[in-house]
C-alpha cells in the first residue's frame, strides 16, 4: 500500500450560535481538512486546531504549514507497507490490522508535538485503508454499543436568561448531560442556576480550560455544593500539581483534558492523583490510535473516561461517535448532534435519535468514518486555495 497525494482543504463553516470559552470566541470554524489519495482509495481526515492558539500552542495556519513541510513529504511516496504479517500494534482490539495507518506515527515522530497535524493524517489514512478493507471505524476500534450516549458543551452566554434559555432547549432535545463553560466571575451563578434548573438528578459538569490559578482553588471546592459530575481543566495544561492539590481539597471528582497528551501523560496524571476521570480528545493524542491505548489505560486503571469535542465536522464527528462506543467510554461526551454547531454539515448531519435513543447518536457502520464528504461544500467553503502535495 503507498500514498500517492496528500490535499490540504482550508474551508469556514459558520456555527449556528457563537461559542465563547474562557480563552476566546468563535463564530465560525475554520477548519483544516485534510484526503490522502492511495493506491486502495482515499480517506479523509479533520484537523481540530483551532484558527488561534488559545487551546493549545496548535494553530490551522501552523498545522497546514508543518504539514505541507515536513510531515506531508515524510508520509509521501515513503510510507509503503510489505508484506503480510501484521506487527501486533497494527492489530486493533477487533482483530482488524491497519499495518498503513500504524505506519503513519512512527514515520512522523521525528517531528515533535504538533499531535492535532498528525492525528488529521494518521484519521485520513485510517480512513482509506478501513474503506479498503469494507471495516467501520467502530468495528475496528472495538464498539460495544451501536449507540452512544451525548452530552453538549454550552458556551459562556452574554446573560443568565440567554444560558437558561440555550440549556433548555438541549434538555429538550434529549442531551443526557450538561457541560458549562466557566471562568473566574462566571462560574457559581450559572452553575447554581442551571443545577436549578436540570434538578438534583441531571448530569452537570463545568469546564475552565485553564482559566483558574491555585489562588482560587477554595472558590472551585466550592462548587461541590452543586454536585456536578466533574470540574475539566482549571489549571494551566503543565501543571499537575495544582490539579492534584485541588483534587485533595474538594469532593468533585478533577478530569484534565489540555493535559493528556497521550499514554505517558495519562498514566502520570492518575498516578500523581492530579485527575481521576479523562476526557479522551484524538486530535489532541495525535491520533485514534494513541486514543485507543490511552482509552485501555483508563480501562486498566479502573478510570472513568469520556470523548470530549472540537466542533468537528461530520468526518471527526463520525470517528468520534464509534470511539465513544467503546466500553470504557462509560460517561455521556461532547458528541453532539450537527444541528448544535452547524446549520449545514460538511457531511450528512448527525442526528439525536428518537424513543429509547433519545438523546444517542448512531454508531456510523459504513467503511472507514462511515460518511461521505460532501465535495460541493468543500468548494464552496474554501477560504484558501486547497495544496496538493505528491
Ligand atoms: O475544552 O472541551 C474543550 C471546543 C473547542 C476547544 C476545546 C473544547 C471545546 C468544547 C466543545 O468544549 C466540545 C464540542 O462540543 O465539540
Ligand atoms: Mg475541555
Not at 58 to 69: H, Q
Not at 103 to 131: T, Y
Not at 325 to 350: M, N
Request: with cysteine.
Amino acid at each position: 500500500t503507498r500514498i500517492d497525494a496528500i490535499e490540504l482543504h482550508r474551508i469556514e463553516v459558520p456555527l449556528v450560535r457563537p461559542f465563547e470559552t474562557s480563552f476566546g470566541r468563535e463564530t465560525v470554524r475554520e477548519v483544516l481538512m485534510v484526503r490522502v489519495r492511495t493506491d486502495a482509495g482515499d480517506g479523509w481526515g479533520e484537523c481540530v486546531a483551532g484558527r488561534d492558539p488559545f487551546y493549545s500552542s496548535e494553530y490551522v495556519d501552523g498545522a497546514a504549514s508543518v504539514i505541507e513541510r515536513h510531515l506531508g513529504p515524510a508520509l509521501l511516496g515513503r510510507l509503503r507497507v510489505h508484506g503480510t504479517q501484521p506487527a501486533p500494534r497494527d492489530l486493533l482490539p477487533r482483530g482488524a490490522s491497519v499495518p498503513l495507518a500504524a505506519a503513519v506515527a512512527p514515520a512522523l515522530a521525528f517531528v515533535a508535538g504538533h499531535r492535532m497535524a498528525k492525528g488529521a493524517l494518521e484519521a485520513a489514512v485510517l480512513d482509506a485503508e478501513l474503506g479498503a478493507q469494507g471495516r467501520s471505524m467502530g468495528e475496528a476500534f472495538g464498539a460495544e454499543r451501536d449507540w452512544v450516549d451525548c452530552g453538549v458543551s454550552v458556551g459562556i452566554a452574554p446573560t443568565l436568561e440567554e444560558l437558561l434559555d440555550e440549556v433548555t432547549g438541549y434538555l429538550e432535545e434529549g442531551y443526557r448531560r450538561i457541560k458549562l463553560k466557566i471562568r473566574p466571575g462566571w462560574d457559581r451563578v450559572p452553575v447554581g442556576a442551571v443545577r436549578e434548573l436540570m434538578g438534583p438528578a441531571g448530569m452537570l459538569q463545568v469546564d475552565a480550560n485553564t482559566a483558574y490559578t491555585a489562588d482560587d482553588i477554595p472558590l472551585l471546592a466550592r462548587l461541590d455544593d452543586f454536585d456536578l459530575l466533574l470540574i475539566e481543566q482549571p489549571f494551566a495544561e503543565e501543571d499537575l500539581a495544582t490539579h492534584a492539590r485541588l483534587a485533595a481539597e474538594c469532593d468533585t471528582p478533577v478530569c484534565l483534558d489540555e493535559s493528556i497528551l497521550g499514554v505517558s501523560t495519562a498514566i502520570d496524571a492518575v498516578e500523581r492523583g492530579a485527575t481521576s476521570i479523562i476526557n479522551i480528545k484524538p486530535g489532541r493524542m495525535g491520533g485514534y490510535l494513541e486514543a485507543l491505548r490511552v482509552h485501555d489505560v483508563c480501562c486498566d486503571l479502573d478510570v472513568p473516561a469520556w470523548c470530549g469535542g472540537m466542533l468537528e465536522t461530520g468526518v471527526g464527528r463520525a470517528a468520534n461517535v464509534a470511539l465513544a462506543a467503546l466500553p470504557g467510554f462509560v460517561l455521556p461526551g461532547d458528541t453532539s448532534a450537527s444541528s448544535r454547531y452547524y446549520a449545514e454539515d460538511l457531511t450528512e448531519p448527525f442526528v439525536l435519535g428518537t424513543g429509547e435513543h433519545h438523546g444517542q447518536l448512531r454508531v456510523p457502520d459504513g467503511p472507514g468514518t462511515g460518511v461521505t464528504v460532501r465535495d460541493e461544500l468543500v468548494r464552496e467553503w474554501a477560504s484558501v486555495q486547497p495544496v496538493t502535495l505528491t
